[in-house]
């Protein structure tokens, strides 16, 4: 998820999470980017959101 890019339908810059009242800023690749930021490196992330 790239909260950077807005969707047709939605935007994805803010969330609510399960069980919490407020909305919060939305983590590129949802907090896991020292995880998963290596299988993304070569992709478009603007097209491919």
Do not use: W
């Not at 994805?12 to 690749?29: D, I, N, P, V, Y």
Request: a positive charge; hydrophobic letters at 35%.
């Amino acid at each position: 998820m790239n909260p950077e890019v807005p969707t047709p339908s939605y935007s994805q810059a803010t969330e609510r999470r399960l069980g919490e009242f407020f909305m919060r800023r939305t983590l590129m690749f949802n907090g896991y980017a020292d995880q998963v930021s290596l299988l993304y490196v070569s992709m478009n992330l603007r097209k491919f959101y």
